[in-house]
Nanobody, 123 residues
Framework: QVQLVESGGGLVQSGGSLRLSCAAS????????MEWYRQAPGKERVLVAH???????NLADSVKGRFTISRDNIKKLVYLQMNSLRPEDTAVYFC?????????????????WGQGTQVTVSS
């Protein structure tokens, strides 16, 4: 599987920008999809964005036009560029890797999680 570490969170005013980074290590070749989730206090964790092995991307409706997901395969980093931030974007943001690895020649699906990074948007 893979190990993930997020960084780049912080406090920003409404309308501001932040870029989150996710550093991946381990069995990178097994990854099918890299994902960003977020979880606000008292709320469920929800998918924000993902990028697949072939580079296709998808964003949640709540962040379309404001957030961008991208990756740097050489540096083994996935980014979430967050623009026009709103107070409702305040949450802990988690990076995740979904993939299929092989154990004893059998495929095993997995999802690995980072530790999360706090994003707080003030009004």
């Amino acid at each position: 599987q893979v190990q993930l570490v997020e960084s780049g969170g912080g406090l920003v005013q409404s309308g501001g920008s932040l870029r989150l980074s996710c550093a991946a290590s381990g069995r990178i070749a097994s990854i099918n999809t890299m994902e960003w989730y977020r979880q606000a206090p008292g709320k469920e964790r929800v998918l924000v964005a993902h990028i697949t092995r072939d580079g296709s991307k998808n964003l949640a409706d709540s962040v379309k036009g404001r957030f961008t997901i991208s990756r740097d395969n050489i540096k083994k980093l996935v980014y979430l560029q967050m623009n026009s931030l709103r107070p409702e974007d305040t949450a802990v943001y988690f990076c995740a890797a979904e993939g299929i690895d092989f154990q004893d020649d059998s495929p095993v699906a997995y999802r690995s999680w980072g530790q999360g990074t706090q994003v707080t948007v003030s009004s």
